[in-house]
């Protein structure tokens, strides 16, 4: 081809491209190396996590936040907060305020009960629908819980357009695939702020997780302040600072409740108590190695630390806390803990020795184990709470009370094996509890204190807590997930960094239905979720390589504009979409036009 023919082959094509641009309708995609992802094009409006059944038309309606007004038909101080958030978190759209015309003027929210529940709890109906309806969207629910939870969608259903804010023509019908979808905090190995803690809630609200699992004390610390035993925290917490004082508990109840988020506490026994002891020694143990009293060391408190189960005062004192605790916390559960129960302290205790004779438990540590576990859940059972536990006790061979939870969290496959072939393998253990006939929560595949660098959280997308059987049954006693973060390398300079929006992959698995599982497909929902997270004010970090225009961190969002929305880099989803005006494609075609002889 010569000079002439080629010259003029790229004058038409430009000549094209002008046109199709002028119309709309073209989009130049942007293919960087393994990009973009396999997978069907979503809008960046798709929420997550993804609805149980939708649809939707191309059909788009202005929205104008400063004027949106909310209705509901229930006097309520959850929904009333809730929609004072919601005003806040839809202001965030850039938009011209002063503008006086919208499709959309008004959110109507239909509770069919009527009624407000005082606080969350397992099993509350979360079901919503959600629907455009001329000018207004309307949001028809049985209780609160699941009006909080399409207030939610609601918000992630718009998006920035022409320096207008739009909603496409949705209807929506959605319920949750586990009750309990939770996240464990760890407040023992290092102290979390309350700021921090409230804005972790503020983010599990907005990937509808519902359950705080907070694991208070451990063995380096003991923060939490008890009216009955101050001691404990005199004495167990690194310094009086880094303590939790019933009046900080109760604001945290306060503001989970606010979104529909139940606060569980663990008080973990009979392992994990070196903290405990520094308040009241007589709990312990007394552990010796070689003739010489067993001290615990830092990273290995658990071979020295065990309760005494002995001593009839160490129940005594589990009654007085407990009823302490119980009026504290409110959700009718208490995480009781119990897993790591290191057999050789209690081994190498002649009293110890002395007692199991008396029981006539024959030598074995699995009946001492029993023998505690058993009175402390009676214990927690007689101030009328219900028990989440760790599965270390079943593990053991030790029959456990049928109304217990029990946690699944081992895996034989190494949380520091990143390679991207790797299988989660805790579905033997979740199997063995089943059989015991215990309800379950999967936490093993969720440990997000292990790194992988990358796309890890593509590892905790494909787990499934139903995975470990075939058996109706079996699945049936599956109450949900949790995802973890221990903090022994975790606090409130990386606490939130590390945590979204990698949870957001388990909450997605624990709301969404079972045939959500297309990485590809959720990679730029996620990274546009990630830029939602971080336009309302939570620091998460990278999903893919790209930007979050305005709202990335460190940037101060720009008047109302016509720039890229939240999310560009994918948010837009499966490829990056570069706005290219007619005018600098005219001075190309010009350039180009120029060079022809």
């Known amino acids: 081809m010569n000079a002439h023919r080629w010259n003029a082959v790229l004058l038409y094509g430009c000549v094209s491209l002008i046109g199709i641009l002028s119309l709309g309708k073209g989009e130049i995609m942007f293919i960087a190396e393994r990009l973009p992802l396999k997978g069907d094009r979503t809008l960046s409006d798709v929420p997550w996590p993804m609805p149980e059944k939708w649809s939707r038309d191309n059909d788009t309606f202005t929205v104008l936040p400063s004027s949106l007004k909310f209705d509901s038909n229930t006097e309520c101080d959850i929904i009333d907060d809730a929609i004072r958030r919601y005003r806040d978190v839809i202001g965030l759209f850039k938009h011209d305020a002063s503008a006086d015309d919208s499709d959309i003027t008004k959110v109507e929210i239909s509770l069919g009960k009527g009624t407000c529940d005082e606080f969350p709890y397992l099993d509350m109906d979360e079901t919503y629908t959600l629907v455009t309806e001329m000018d207004k969207v309307v949001i028809s629910c049985k209780t609160v819980w699941g009006a909080l939870r399409g207030l939610e969608t609601f918000s992630q259903l718009l998006f920035e357009e022409s320096g207008k804010v739009w909603m496409r023509n949705w209807n929506i019908s959605d319920k949750p695939r586990f009750s309990h979808r939770g996240f464990m905090i760890d407040t023992s190995r290092h102290y979390l702020p309350l700021s921090i803690i409230k804005k972790h809630l503020d983010a599990m609200a907005w990937s509808k997780m519902n359950v705080l699992h907070w694991h208070i004390v451990d063995a380096q610390s003991f923060p939490f ?142 009946k001492l184990e029993e023998y505690y576990v058993s009175r402390a859940l009676d214990v927690i059972g007689g101030t009328g709470k219900n028990v989440i536990m760790w599965q270390d006790p079943i593990d053991n061979g030790v029959t456990v009370n049928k109304s217990a939870i029990v946690e699944v969290w081992k895996n034989k496959r190494s949380n520091i094996d990143c390679a991207q072939n790797s299988v989660d393998m805790w579905q033997e253990f979740a199997s063995h509890v089943a059989k015991s006939g215990n309800r379950m929560i999967i936490s093993s595949c969720w440990y997000l204190n292990y790194l992988c660098y990358g796309e890890d959280w593509r590892r905790f997308y494909a787990c499934d807590p139903h995975s470990f059987t075939e058996k109706q049954s079996e699945k049936d006693l599956v109450v949900g997930g949790e995802a973890c973060l221990w903090g022994e390398f975790v606090d409130g300079t990386n606490f939130l960094q590390r945590s979204w929006p990698r949870a957001a992959a388990a909450a997605e698995r624990l709301w969404s239905p079972s045939h959500v599982t297309d990485a590809n497909t959720a990679a730029f929902r996620l990274d546009a979720h990630r830029c939602r997270l971080l336009r309302r004010g939570v620091p998460a970090q990278p999903v893919l390589p790209g930007y979050c225009g305005d709202y990335d961190y460190g940037f101060e969002p720009e008047t109302p504009s016509t720039s890229e929305p939240c999310g560009t880099n994918g948010a837009d989803t499966d490829s990056v979409r570069f706005a290219v005006t007619t005018k600098v494609l005219i001075v190309l075609l010009s350039l180009l036009i120029a060079t022809i002889p």
């Open 225 to 366: 302040v008890s009216t009955t035993f101050p001691e404990l925290s005199d004495k167990g917490s690194f310094t009086p600072r880094h303590v939790y004082k019933p009046e900080d508990v109760a604001e945290v109840i306060g503001h989970a409740r606010l979104r529909g988020i139940r606060v569980i506490p663990e008080f973990d026994t009979p392992g994990h108590t070196h903290s405990w002891g520094k308040g009241k020694p007589e709990l312990l143990t007394p552990c010796w190695n070689d003739g010489e009293p067993m001290r615990a060391k830092y990273g290995v408190y658990n071979k020295a630390e065990n309760f005494d189960p002995t001593k009839e005062t160490t129940f005594t004192f589990l009654q007085q806390l407990m009823s302490e605790v119980k009026d504290v916390f409110k959700d009718e559960f208490i995480h009781a803990g119990m897993d790591e129960a290191h057999y050789m302290c209690w081994q190498s205790s002649p009293n110890i020795t002395e007692f199991m004779e008396e029981k006539g438990f024959n030598g074995s540590y699995a």
